[in-house]
């Protein structure tokens, strides 16, 4: 028996509060939960051909070292790195060696908010920006993300 063909993983990654999701500020946020977010990445990805490697963590360092070990093996990253989008190099700087194609993704739009939300460190190295779409912006960020992976895989071909 053959093994199975491996699919390409998108990583979607998730930084602080995203746990509280549905709870927390559903006038910004929407009212779905996390979870209802990881079923609709895992749908867009069995749909495209693609695993989904969804996490979330409270904690920067955690962050910077998923990306690390996520930097060479995903075909793509989807991130909302939430307040440290806003705040963090060291989550910047680890983005900008991946690999392959990053998809920066929010669920407001950080532009009609707060002053300080307006500027995006992750943006910076991101392929790609998504804001404002609630938690359907995650399935439009995996499909951008199959997207720039297909369009490279076709130009390495020809």
Do not use: W
């Not at 392929?127 to 995650?138: E, S």
């Amino acid at each position: 028996m053959s093994d199975p063909v491996r699919r390409p993983v998108v990583a979607v990654l998730n930084g602080p509060n995203l746990n509280l999701l549905g709870e927390r500020d559903p006038q910004a946020y929407g009212t779905a939960t996390l979870a209802d977010i990881e079923k609709l990445c895992l749908e867009t990805g069995d749909r495209l051909g693609l695993d989904i490697d969804f996490r979330q963590t409270n904690h920067e360092g955690v962050l910077v070292d998923a990306i690390h070990e996520l930097r060479r093996t995903a075909a793509g990253v989807v991130i909302n790195a939430a307040a440290l989008s806003h705040t963090s190099v060291s989550v910047r700087d680890a983005l900008a060696v991946v690999e392959g194609p990053v998809v920066e993704v929010h669920l407001s739009n950080i532009h009609r908010r707060e002053a300080f939300r307006h500027h995006s460190f992750v943006a910076e190295v991101a392929d790609g920006v998504v804001t404002g779409c609630g938690a359907r912006g995650y399935a439009m960020a995996v499909e951008h993300v199959a997207h720039l992976v297909a369009a490279a895989v076709e130009e390495v071909a020809s």
